[in-house]
C-alpha cells in the first residue's frame, strides 16, 4: 500500500515537500525528487520519527520519516536504509512509491491533492 493511502500521510504532507535532485540519479533529464519535511511541529515530528509502515519492496516494517545525519532537517524515504536491505532501496516498488508520494506533495500543494486522486 502507498504512503498516500494512510491517513497518516495526509497529516505530514502540509510540511512535505518535492525537490528535484539532480546529484541521485538520471542526469537533468530524469532528476529524483527529495522528499522533505519542513516545519513540522514539534509533537507531529516525534510521532513521525516513530512511525512504521511496510517497505513498498520487501512488506518488512521500516521508519518512512528520517532524520539527517549532518543537521535535524527530516525527510521520506521510500524503503529501509541501506544498513538495512540496500536492495529494497533499487527496486521497481520503492521508485513508483516514491513517484506517487512526490505527485501527491506537489498537487497537495498546488490545490490539487485529495486524498481521493491517490
Not at 494512510?6 to 527529495?34: K, Q, S, T
Not at 524503503?79 to 532501496?89: F, G, M, Y
Amino acid at each position: 500500500m502507498t504512503f498516500t493511502k494512510d491517513p497518516f500521510f495526509w497529516r505530514l504532507v502540509p510540511y512535505m515537500d518535492a525537490r528535484p535532485y539532480l546529484r541521485e540519479g538520471g542526469g537533468h533529464f530524469n532528476p529524483r525528487d527529495r522528499l522533505e519535511c519542513v516545519g513540522m511541529p514539534a509533537e507531529l515530528r516525534a510521532e513521525a520519527l516513530a512511525y512504521r509502515k511496510p517497505c513498498p519492496a520487501c512488506g518488512l516494517p521500516y521508519n518512512p520519516i528520517r532524520e539527517r545525519a549532518s543537521g535535524g532537517s527530516l525527510y521520506f524515504a521510500c524503503s529501509h536504509d541501506l544498513d538495512t536491505n540496500k536492495s529494497c532501496s533499487r527496486t521497481k516498488a520503492a521508485a513508483q512509491e516514491a513517484a506517487i508520494v512526490g505527485q501527491a506533495i506537489r498537487a497537495y500543494h498546488a490545490g490539487r491533492g485529495t486524498k481521493a486522486l491517490f
